[in-house]
């Protein structure tokens, strides 16, 4: 008998904590010299909510840096580095602080991680540098960030889909049954699915219930495509299993990006009314 690709319980739990999750709140808050946090705000605010500024590096930005859910962004030049770990102080929320130097032609991108807990970021003022600051906030609180601040939201989404798709393909490894895989690793997949539909604002509801089901129908053809390829190349089966699911879970997150993107046009409610304007 084939092993069901979804179990129905989890699913509806994943649905739940979707939805919870797409209630939570995160924002942007930058601080630090007036020209880089003023390119800062133009760079995160294209299409979406401006993030709050605070001038300088005020006294109070420790307390700033501990405010739930606050992604605090320090732009400093390398000279004013020390006086931007001075304000922050000795202990800030980890991933909750970042602390760009912008270095110029001598940036290197890197990420170091500072002892009081926060990151810092070898910055440049180029389109690679703000790409890396980006996909750091991402790192930082991507499902929430992604909502408020279109810009962060395709970085978060591919951070999101990487790590799914890595949980996928160890699940693979270590399932030797066959079958017996698919429902964790579709799970995942749905989970993926109902956060990036988060991301891009959509309600976490029924109306989902179209994209999940091509979750499960995805999961059945790579499913199929995985077995032929064991066939075809005999005594490496378990690193294909491991390939089409890391492959798989990349493909159905990239579908979903699209997606929703075009707005999720195929969603239940919008089935339900073309079907009763048919009837008429």
């Not at 996909?135 to 790590?163: H, T």
């Not at 798989?248 to 075009?262: H, K, Q």
Request: proline share 4%; with cysteine.
């Amino acid at each position: 008998m084939a092993t069901l690709p979804l179990n129905l319980g989890k699913t509806l739990m994943a649905l739940r904590e979707a939805s919870l999750s797409a209630g939570e709140h995160a924002s942007l808050l930058l601080a630090g010299d007036e020209n880089l946090v003023e390119r800062a705000r133009r760079e995160f605010s294209q299409g979406g909510t401006i993030p709050g500024t605070q001038a300088g590096l005020p006294a109070t930005l420790s307390q700033t840096a501990a405010i739930p859910g606050e992604v605090l962004v320090v732009l400093v030049a390398p000279e004013r580095e020390a006086q931007a770990a001075a304000a922050l102080g000795d202990r800030v929320p980890k991933k909750g602080v970042i602390v760009a130097v912008d270095e110029g032609s001598r940036a290197t991108g890197k990420v170091k991680y500072l002892p009081n807990g926060a990151t810092r970021l070898s910055f440049s003022d180029t389109q690679a540098g703000w790409g890396r600051l980006i996909g750091l906030c991402a790192e930082a609180e991507g499902v929430a960030l992604g909502r408020r601040y279109p810009v962060v939201r395709r970085s978060a989404a591919q951070q999101l889909i990487s790590r799914t798709a890595g949980q996928n393909a160890f699940i693979a490894l270590v399932f030797f049954v066959p079958g017996a895989d698919m429902p964790a690793m579709t799970l995942n997949q749905v989970k993926l699915v109902l956060n990036i539909a988060a991301m891009y604002g959509e309600r976490i509801d029924q109306d989902r219930a179209v994209e999940l089901a091509a979750v499960a129908l995805m999961g059945f053809g790579f499913r199929g495509m995985g077995r032929r390829l064991s066939r075809w190349v005999p005594g490496v089966g378990i690193v294909m299993k491991a390939l089409v699911a890391y492959s798989a879970t990349v493909a159905v997150g990239l579908a979903a990006i699209a997606y929703f993107e075009r707005g999720a046009p195929a969603s239940t409610s919008k089935i339900v009314k073309l079907a009763g304007s048919l009837r008429r």
